[in-house]
């Protein structure tokens, strides 16, 4: 069983930052790759950025040059680093980590096999 603790959200303004964290302990061996995910009702749940053990990663094209994905392998820590934000980024942000590192070209493409999911973390963007 892995367990996941998220911290960081909260309410900013439009052009603000945010890091949100996300502390994993139990089998934390078992995962393979890594992320943070939104969830809406309209769109289902929508991958924000994705890394995998050996650090490929990938980003949505709506966070692309404004987030940073990372983690910390000593602590079991991952992190997602927020810039510039929009009110448009207003959402539930979740951790989540998977089993599998699916890679196409060499590329890190998705996580696959779902191990544990965080409670969420709310991010809020005043304009």
């Known amino acids: 069983e892995v367990r996941l603790v998220e911290s960081g959200g909260g309410s900013v303004q439009a052009g603000g930052s945010l890091r949100l964290s996300c502390a994993m302990s139990?089998?934390?061996?078992?995962?393979?790759?890594m992320g943070w995910f939104r969830r809406t009702p309209r769109k289902g749940r929508e991958a924000v950025a994705i890394?995998?053990?050996?650090?490929?990663?990938n980003y949505a094209d709506f966070v692309k040059g404004r987030v940073t994905i990372s983690k910390d392998s000593a602590d079991d820590t991952l992190f997602l680093q927020m810039n510039n934000l929009e009110p448009e980024d207003t959402d539930m942000y979740y951790c989540?980590?998977?089993?599998?590192?699916?890679?196409?070209?060499?590329?890190?493409?998705?996580?696959?096999?779902?191990?544990?999911w965080g409670q969420g973390q709310l991010v809020n963007i005043s304009s």
């Open positions: 989540a980590v998977y089993a599998t590192a699916i890679r196409r070209g060499g590329r890190l493409t998705e996580c696959d096999n779902l191990r544990a």
């Open positions: 890394i995998a053990n050996e650090g490929r990663n």
């Open positions: 139990g089998h934390t061996s078992t995962i393979s790759c």
